[in-house]
């Protein structure tokens, strides 16, 4: 049983670029949700996707977009890139509201 | 969504010894987790433990969680080089809320 998974694992973009990370969550799960972690710091939560819809989002801008397909599977959209987007940028995945919740081994993002 | 905070921010240990950390949140909860990533890598989910329960065991850990005082513990036995990298809890009203992350328990080894 696969796991959370992530692509790419790595990626460079410039300033002002676009860029789409993809995930595919556990088998069974529901919900995903993205987050961003800068180094030395705690994963800050950007918005979760159930039933393709957007159900909570954290405290990121509009920049920040993303989409939940039939299959469960989630797609994170960043526009206008920023040196300060620069981190590593995770999926997880869960079943239900009250379950645990698993972590994909994340897309390193760098931005020059 | 609530926050978890750890105590203590760093951990240095011989191995063989056994490690003890701590998360402090604010409100009330329906169920806490804990995770361990290593460096750069992705978070691994180790254990979670329900509003209901006082304690729950998954081979070396051992985890203990207190509503009344609103805090948590994370026990590892016997620590191994290999258990060196950054804790983290995460406390949850569940929901729709995502879960909100300190800066984790940065916990090194000593061979």
């Known amino acids: 049983d696969a796991g959370v998974t992530q692509s790419p694992t790595h990626l460079i973009k410039t300033r002002g670029q676009q860029v789409t990370l993809r995930c595919s969550p556990k088998s069974g799960h529901d919900t995903v949700s993205w987050y961003q972690q800068a180094l030395g710091q705690g994963p800050q939560f950007i918005f979760q996707y159930y039933e393709e819809e957007e159900r909570q989002r954290g405290n990121f801008p509009d920049r920040f977009s993303g989409h939940q397909f039939p299959n469960y599977s989630s797609e994170l959209n960043v526009n206008a890139l920023l040196l300060g987007d620069s981190a590593l940028y995770l999926c997880?995945?869960?079943?239900?509201?009250?379950?645990?919740?698993?972590f994909g081994p994340g897309t390193r993002l760098t931005v020059l | 969504s609530q926050q978890g905070e750890e105590d203590p921010q760093a951990l240095s240990i011989q191995e063989g010894e056994n490690a003890t950390m701590n998360c402090s949140y604010k409100?009330?909860?329906?169920?806490l987790q804990w995770y361990r990533q290593n460096s750069g890598r992705g978070l691994v989910h180790l254990i979670l433990?329900?509003?209901?329960?006082r304690e729950k065991h998954s081979g070396r850990l051992r985890v203990t969680l207190d509503t009344s005082k609103k805090s948590s513990s994370l026990l590892i036995t016997a620590s191994r080089a290999a258990d060196t990298a950054s804790y983290f809890c995460a406390p949850s009203t569940g929901g729709a809320d995502g879960l909100t992350f300190g800066k984790g328990t940065h916990l090194i080894i000593q061979p």
């Open positions: 997880a995945s869960r079943r239900g509201w009250y379950n645990e919740q698993f």
């Open positions: 409100t009330s909860i329906n169920n």
């Open positions: 433990i329900r509003s209901n329960e």
